[in-house]
C-alpha cells in the first residue's frame, strides 16, 4: 500500500481531476470484474464517500491503458466516418448531416452569446483573434455582391425559404435583412489579423467535429460508437462543474463578475475550442487551422477546376459571377458559390467535393434553377483523360436523386443530352433528318460536300 501512495505522490497526480475523469467516464469494458469496480467507484464519488488510495490508482492506470486500447480501436465516431477511401467524401448521411447542425449552432452560440465575451479573455494573445466584427471594407463589398446578386435573383424573390439560420422568409426579404445587417456593420464572427478567419469554417466542418469527438471517447468522456446519441451528447451544454475544466473556473468567475454576464452551462464542443485557444495549446491551435485548411482546400480545389472548365467553354456558359471568398455573405447564407448562363439559362452554382455533400446543397431550398457539382471520379492508372481536363456530375431541379453528367449535358461532349437543344442545334438535327429521308429517297448515302456541290 506504503508503494502505491508513493507512486502517486511521485507522480504528482491532481486527485481532483482524477475524480473528475471517473464521474465522466461512461465506457465499458469486456471485463465484468473491471467494470463492476468501476461503477463501485463511481458510485462512492456520486455518493461522496472517501475513495482509497488503491481505487485512485486502480482508475488511473485502467485509464491509461484503455486509452491506448481506444486510440487503436475504430469503433469511433471518425473511425467509422473516415474509415475507407471509398466514403472520404460520403460519411453516413445521417451522423454527417447531425454534426453539420449541432456544429453550426455551436458556432452560432459562439459568436452570438455570452460566450464570446469569455472566449475574447481567453484567447492566446499571440494569435491577435476577437470575436467581433470585421473591417469596414468587408461589409461595404459583401453589400455590392449582394446588390448585383439581388439583381440576378429579382424574378424568384418571393419564394419562400426555410433557411439555415433565422426564421422561414422570402428571399426578398432575406436580401432585405441582409442589407440592413452589412448597412449598419451587425456582422460578428472570428477575427483574425483583423481579417475574416479561417476558423470561422469550423461551423459545418464535420471531419474536425468527428476527430474532436473520436479523443472525447478515446478520453472515456463519451461512450464508443458512432451513433446520433454520442453527437448529441458531445453538443449538449452541461452544467459548468461537470464541463469545464478546473482550471478556468476562476477565469470565467473572474470576467463573469467584470463583464456583468452570466454563463450557466457549456458543452464539450465549446469546451474543446477553448482549449485550443489558449496559450498552453498553441499546437492543438494550428493542427485546427491546419485541417480546416485541408478540407477548405479540396473545395477549393473542386471550385478552381469548375470554373476552369465552364471559362474555356465560352459559347456554353456566360456571365460567371463568383461568391465564394472567406467571409462571403451570399456563400454564407445562400450557399451559392457563383451564378452564370448555361445552355438553358441563368442558373445558381453550389461545388461541392463530394456526392453526398452536392445532393444535399442548401441552393436547391431556394427554389431557383441551380446545379450542384461535384468531381468526378479519376480515370484509373493507365487510361487516358477524355477531351476535357475536368470530370463534373451535377444534380439539379430536374434530377435530384442521380447525379448526371455536366460535361456531357452542358458541355455536349457526347452525342446524347438530356437538356433542350438550342435553335442552332435544332436546326442543324432537322437538317440531318432531312439528308437521311433524302438519302433513302435516292436510295445512296450522299456526300459529305453534297449540298456544297448542289448549291
Request: hydrophobic fraction near 35%; charge should be positive; avoid cysteine.
Amino acid at each position: 500500500m506504503r508503494d502505491l501512495i508513493k507512486k502517486l505522490l511521485r507522480e504528482e497526480v491532481d486527485r481532483k481531476e482524477l475524480e473528475t475523469k471517473i464521474r465522466r467516464w461512461v465506457g465499458d469494458t469486456d471485463d465484468p470484474e473491471v467494470g463492476n469496480r468501476l461503477k463501485n467507484i463511481q458510485a462512492k464519488l456520486q455518493l461522496k464517500i472517501p475513495i482509497e488510495d488503491d481505487e485512485y490508482v486502480f482508475f488511473e492506470d485502467f485509464l491509461k491503458n484503455e486509452i491506448q486500447r481506444r486510440k487503436t480501436s475504430t469503433n469511433t465516431m471518425s473511425g467509422k466516418m473516415m474509415r475507407t477511401k471509398q466514403n472520404f467524401f460520403n460519411p453516413p448521411k445521417d451522423q454527417q448531416n447531425k454534426i453539420t447542425e449541432l456544429g453550426r449552432k455551436a458556432y452560432l452560440d459562439l459568436i452570438q452569446t455570452n460566450l464570446s465575451v469569455f472566449f475574447n479573455q481567453a484567447f492566446n494573445p499571440k494569435f491577435n483573434m476577437r470575436i467581433g466584427k470585421p473591417g469596414k471594407g468587408w461589409f461595404k463589398q459583401n453589400l455590392i455582391l449582394l446588390n448585383r446578386f439581388e439583381k440576378d435573383v429579382e424574378p424568384w424573390k418571393n419564394n419562400f425559404v426555410k433557411w439555415v439560420e433565422g426564421p422561414a422568409m422570402t428571399i426578398g426579404e432575406k436580401i432585405t435583412e441582409l442589407k440592413n445587417k452589412l448597412e449598419n456593420e451587425n456582422w460578428f464572427g472570428l477575427i483574425e489579423e483583423d481579417d475574416w478567419s479561417i476558423l470561422n469554417h469550423v461551423d459545418t466542418n464535420y471531419t474536425f467535429w468527428a476527430d474532436e469527438i473520436t479523443k472525447r471517447q478515446e478520453g472515456g468522456d463519451l461512450p464508443m460508437g458512432s451513433d446520433i446519441k454520442v453527437i448529441e451528447l458531445y453538443f449538449t451544454p452541461k452544467r459548468l462543474e461537470s464541463a469545464l475544466p478546473k482550471k478556468w473556473q476562476p477565469i470565467l468567475d473572474r470576467m463573469m463578475k467584470e463583464k456583468n454576464v452570466d454563463i450557466k452551462s457549456i458543452s464539450m464542443a465549446h469546451v474543446d475550442l477553448l482549449e485550443k485557444f489558449h496559450e498552453e495549446k498553441e499546437k492543438d491551435f494550428q493542427d485546427m487551422k491546419r485541417k480546416l485548411k485541408f478540407t477548405t482546400t479540396l473545395g477549393e480545389t473542386a471550385e478552381k477546376n469548375f470554373v476552369d472548365l465552364i471559362q474555356n467553354a465560352p459559347t456554353k456558359v456566360t456571365e460567371i459571377k463568383k461568391y465564394s471568398t472567406w467571409g462571403n455573405v451570399i456563400d454564407m447564407v445562400f450557399g451559392v458559390d457563383m451564378t452564370a448562363k448555361f445552355i438553358d439559362g441563368f442558373r445558381l452554382v453550389q461545388v461541392k467535393n463530394g456526392e453526398g455533400k452536392a445532393k444535399s446543397a442548401f441552393v436547391k431550398s431556394l427554389k431557383i434553377p441551380y446545379l450542384s457539382v461535384f468531381p468526378g471520379r479519376l480515370p484509373e492508372p493507365g487510361v487516358r483523360r477524355r477531351k476535357n481536363p475536368y470530370e463534373f456530375l451535377y444534380f439539379s431541379e430536374q434530377n435530384n436523386k442521380e447525379s448526371k453528367s455536366f460535361n456531357q449535358n452542358y458541355l455536349r461532349t457526347d452525342k446524347e443530352v438530356d437538356l433542350p437543344l438550342s435553335d442552332e442545334e435544332k436546326k442543324a438535327k432537322y437538317s440531318e433528318k432531312e439528308i437521311r429521308a433524302l438519302e433513302k429517297v435516292l436510295g445512296k448515302t450522299l456526300p459529305d460536300d453534297y449540298f456544297a456541290m448542289n448549291k
